[in-house]
């Protein structure tokens, strides 16, 4: 039986056909001892206020596209310039001007991260980050892990977020067990004390409209209790024939300052999907190369609409605290319990029917070309549980300057779930016939897992004129244990792994600040292998140099970083024993990265990227492997976006945008045969604002290029996105 670990995934499930398919808080809000440069007497202007008040602390709103502060990769309120590893902050006016309808659309103007690798995935976000896939362990809301073990993840609607922040490299000395690549943290929408209404609404040319709303303003005159209040509905169709769509979310938040010194925030969440299926799984002749019978469409509709499901339920709710004892020790909590119930069915392409073998075959057959179909179902309960405990003190020796932290943090993780597979008729990528009836499925998983994880940590940032240090240490335990009604193998292991980074960086009074950084971080691997053996974690090794730049002539942050990322334990395929997995691969990951942004004037702003890998398998019970690049990842990606909005005259409050970006070309499979090739995508807005009331139209994919993300297999290939405009019109008062 395949090691459970890989079961999991359903692009692996799908590849081994039918028959063996397989607290942490938010660091501090409050600005109060950070956020702010103390003005010259005398000097203090609205026009200064302003500046201080967006962007001003870790989780507030970004000043247009160039971020201050940030809590991802310290855990405090911290200018990003300070922090030894590339860090990376999309605010919400970003996300706004180019409309981003998903997580992993908000990421794909920056630096390190492939996002989208799998095209457009209605229920689920994808995204690498320097060559690895972040998407399972690799996503955090408000500082604290929103774990994915298969199908049991979780969604978020970037419409209720202020941030998504990407730190790039190890992550495992702050928040455990995570991501080798590096980790999106995900900031919630806060609590405000000025009154917020905001109403938008929106439709694309797909036909899929929606309506959303964001309140808040304080509850009493004091301010001592405010609140904020978000939500948006959506529906129609999709780029997919027959796809169709439905999700709705909604998240209060709650927050009670009884006094300068303390602070309550509550938040939750709820959401709703009930969709259709979307998107790839589609054969690499007939999408990057033609088939006899020309290329299958972009829209094509592999499922049966009237089996076709996908369905789920989505809780959430925490909260963060904090108290100042004194000017010097803070104490703050952090927790959250979520939990999400999903369905899935219906079938899957799996490469081309071979009439003579009943298998799949990589080749269509003369005369259909039918493609063949893997029936899939999978109903999956989680419910976890995170919370972080926080000490931070502030504090001087001698000429050192330290902003110490101490941590005791842990998570729960429980998933149930039934997945079953079985036969799937084959369908025409040309004249597909839809209602014929599909075969039983049979379930192969029946599995009840749980993790748990505890970890204590500490940081000391220290201060030394220009000169700044930062060391991290953390020891972490983790226990699994899997039992499997399906005659899956049972498996219980712990492991104990202890993770640090040192990282040194020099601020220069122009700005300028050269960093370097060592990291070691650790991952805990699910599953076990033929003799029943649990998997050790995977380990990572990280050296970074960078600089970063904040010009003292215009508003602005340039981040360029080398970095040297080698991943050990990965599991390989077991060359002695079929449909099993080995923890024997290594690889590494060597780069450079350079983004930008700006507010290079009132009403001038850009972003720009480059990401350049050299990535390669070291380690490898198969020989002829070992110098390959992996499969899916590009070792090239670039972007830009540039935006611009009249500021006065007739045409005050007319706006453009315009972004290009470019992904450079991928293999299918790990031996290096055959290549998806490049594409350049461009993407457009124009939009208008009167008063309080604005309009957007935003096209992505302007010249609706037709181009294949990536390849998982030469049976897996997925179509990027094509050209869809989306039309807003919002007002706030």
Same mark, same amino acid.
């Given at each position: ?454 970890? #204590?940590? &500490? =940081?000391?940032? %220290?201060?030394? +004129? ?8 953390? @020891? $972490? ?116 990265? #350079?983004? &930008? =942004?700006?507010? %290079?004037?009132? +009403? ?8 350049? @890998? $050299? ?119």
């Amino acid at each position: 039986m395949k090691a459970l670990g890989t079961f999991m995934n359903r692009r692996y499930v799908l590849s081994m056909g039918v028959s063996l398919v397989s607290l942490a808080v938010m660091a501090a809000s409050s600005g109060q001892s950070l956020a702010q440069t103390q003005p010259a007497s005398g000097e203090i202007s609205l026009e200064t206020v302003t500046v201080e008040g967006l962007g001003g602390n870790a989780t507030g709103p970004v000043n247009g596209y160039v971020p201050n502060r940030t809590a991802t990769g310290s855990k405090t309120d911290t200018p990003i310039e300070e922090i030894p590893q590339s860090v990376s902050v999309i605010g919400r006016e970003a996300i706004e001007d180019r409309q981003a309808q998903k997580v992993d659309e908000a990421l794909r103007y920056t630096a390190g991260v492939f996002a989208q690798p799998y095209g457009e995935d209605s229920d689920t976000d994808w995204f690498f980050i320097r060559g690895f896939d972040a998407g399972q362990t690799g996503v955090f809301l408000n500082n604290l892990p929103l774990y994915q073990y298969g199908f049991g993840g979780f969604y978020i609607d970037p419409f209720v977020l202020e941030r998504i922040e990407v730190l790039n490299g190890p992550t495992a000395a702050l928040y455990g067990g995570s991501a080798i690549g590096g980790i999106v943290n995900l900031v919630s929408k806060r609590p405000t004390t000025e009154p917020l209404r905001y109403v938008e609404t929106g439709i694309n040319s797909w036909g899929n409209g929606y309506a959303a709303f964001d309140f808040g303003g304080a509850l009493d005159k004091d301010k001592i209790w405010s609140y904020r209040l978000t939500g948006k509905m959506s529906g129609g169709g999709w780029e997919t024939k027959e796809a169709e769509d439905f999700r709705g979310v909604i998240a209060p938040a709650l927050t009670f300052r009884p006094d300068a010194g303390t602070e309550l925030t509550v938040l939750g969440s709820y959401q709703n999907m009930d969709l259709t299926h979307t998107g790839g799984f589609l054969p690499y002749i007939g999408t990057v190369v033609p088939a006899p019978y020309g290329r299958i469409s972009r829209g094509f509709y592999y499922s049966e609409p009237d089996i076709d499901l996908y369905r789920r339920d989505q809780a959430m709710i925490g909260y963060e605290f904090e108290h100042a004892l004194n000017d010097i020790w803070t104490l703050r909590q952090n927790f959250r319990y979520a939990h999400t119930d999903s369905k899935e069915r219906g079938p899957y392409p799996y490469g081309y029917l071979d009439p003579a073998t009943g298998f799949p075959v990589a080749t269509p057959v003369a005369p259909d070309f039918l493609l063949y179909r893997i029936g899939f179902n999978h109903h999956t309960v989680v419910n976890t549980l995170s919370i972080d405990n926080q000490a931070e003190a502030k504090f001087g020796t001698g000429p050192l300057n330290h902003t110490l932290l101490l941590g005791l943090d842990y998570k729960y993780y429980n998933i149930d779930q039934i997945q079953a597979s079985g036969g799937g008729t084959p369908i025409s990528p040309v004249n597909p016939i839809y209602g014929v009836p599909q075969g039983p499925t049979v379930p192969y998983l029946d599995q009840d897992l749980t993790m748990n994880q505890i970890g #204590f940590y &500490a =940081q000391d940032q %220290i201060r030394f +004129g220009g000169w700044i240090a930062t060391l991290n240490g953390r @020891y $972490d335990h983790v226990s699994t244990k899997s039992t499997d009604k399906a005659g899956a193998a049972n498996f219980s292991d712990e492991a104990g792994e202890f993770s640090g980074r040192l990282g040194l960086g020099y601020e220069f009074a122009n700005g300028m600040t050269p960093y370097v950084s060592v990291s070691r971080s650790f991952n805990p691997v699910i599953g076990s292998d033929f003799s029943g053996q649990g998997f050790e974690p995977e380990t990572g090794q990280q050296y970074e140099v960078g600089l970063k730049y904040k010009p003292t002539f215009f508003d602005g942050l340039i981040t360029a970083s080398l970095f040297d990322l080698t991943r050990q334990n990965v599991l390989t395929s077991d060359p002695q024993h079929l449909f099993f997995e080995a923890q024997l691969g290594e690889v590494r990951s060597r780069g450079f990265e #350079f983004e &930008a =942004q700006a507010n %290079i004037t009132e +009403g001038l702003k850009a972003v720009a990227a480059f990401t350049a @890998y $050299d990535i390669e398998i070291t380690e490898d019970p198969n020989a002829a492997l070992i110098g390959n690049r992996p499969n899916v990842v590009p070792e090239i990606l670039a972007s830009g976006w540039l935006d611009y909005t009249v500021q006065d005259g007739a045409f005050k409050g007319l706006g453009f945008g315009a972004g290009i970006r470019y992904v450079g070309f991928s293999y299918v499979d790990n031996e290096n045969t055959l290549k998806v090739p490049a594409a350049t995508v461009f993407d457009g807005a124009i939009r208008y604002t009167r008063d309080n009331f604005t309009v957007a139209l935003n096209v992505n994919n302007l010249f609706d290029n037709e181009y294949v993300s990536s390849c998982d297999t030469q049976y897996t290939c997925n179509y990027g996105a094509g050209r869809v405009a989306t039309l807003k019109a919002s007002y706030k008062w």
